[in-house]
T-cell receptor
Framework: AQSVTQPDIHITVSEGASLELRCNYS??????LFWYVQSPGQGLQLLLK??????LVQGIKGFEAEFKRSQSSFNLRKPSVHWSDAAEYFC????????????FGKGTSLLVTP | KAGVTQTPRYLIKTRGQQVTLSCSPI?????VSWYQQTPGQGLQFLFE???????NKGNFPGRFSGRQFSNSRSEMNVSTLELGDSALYLC?????????????FGPGTRLTVL
């Protein structure tokens, strides 16, 4: 069975501080991994994706994520958070085993304080 | 290039009624997927259509159905609405049903069942 766990429901960081959002997955084959962001009342925007190759992937808005197969993790990072980064972040896994449907984590809500 | 559009954006129905939601994918995209987002269950995959054929289906009752037209536009229908069907319904399009193709999400249709 495939699943995605985002252990942190809420995270609060100060503007300018670094950020790491955790994501662990369970998948029976080579996973395709994604991070999406959702602002209130909006749809999902793709931040970055991992299919293969370099395990450190760069995304939009200064985000990056590192795929660690041994830990079944795909954590999202940003060196310096801006107030506009406040949103809901979703990790998702997909691939051949799921017919390429995305299996999402429950999300992490990010609050940025001044 | 226009993004994924969904109509209507908001909908209020009463229990027992049926509803049809519409999704227009990005031009050239042939795969359309539907997801249900609720506070309790998070984002859950409903079904995916490619070239007018349903290729994948999530674990939802038969009251949820969909279809895709020759121009790739898609509709989903929910019959005999229940209170628990209140949710944000998100449509996503991609070039093909492949894990190598990212899914682009629309803003969603907010359905409220009274």
């Amino acid at each position: 069975a495939q699943s995605v766990t985002q252990p942190d429901i809420h995270i609060t960081v100060s503007e300018g501080a670094s950020l790491e959002l955790r994501c662990n997955y369970s998948y029976g084959a080579t996973p395709y991994l994604f991070w999406y962001v959702q602002s209130p009342g909006q749809g999902l925007q793709l931040l970055l994706k991992y299919f293969s190759g370099d395990t450190l992937v760069q995304g939009i808005k200064g985000f990056e994520a590192e795929f660690k197969r041994s830990q079944s993790s795909f954590n999202l990072r940003k060196p310096s958070v801006h107030w506009s980064d406040a949103a809901e972040y979703f990790c998702a896994v997909g691939g051949r085993n799921s017919g390429y449907a995305l299996n999402f984590g429950k999300g992490t809500s990010l609050l940025v304080t001044p | 290039k226009a993004g994924v559009t969904q109509t209507p954006r908001y909908l209020i129905k009463t229990r027992g009624q049926q509803v049809t939601l519409s999704c227009s994918p990005i031009s050239g995209h042939r795969s359309v997927s539907w997801y249900q987002q609720t506070p309790g269950q998070g984002l859950q995959f409903l079904f995916e259509y490619f070239s007018e054929t349903q290729r994948n289906k999530g674990n939802f009752p038969g009251r949820f159905s969909g279809r895709q037209f020759s121009n790739s536009r898609s509709e989903m229908n929910v019959s005999t609405l229940e209170l628990g069907d209140s949710a944000l319904y998100l449509c996503a399009s991609s070039l093909a049903a492949s894990g190598g193709n990212e899914q682009f999400f629309g803003p969603g249709t907010r359905l409220t069942v009274l």
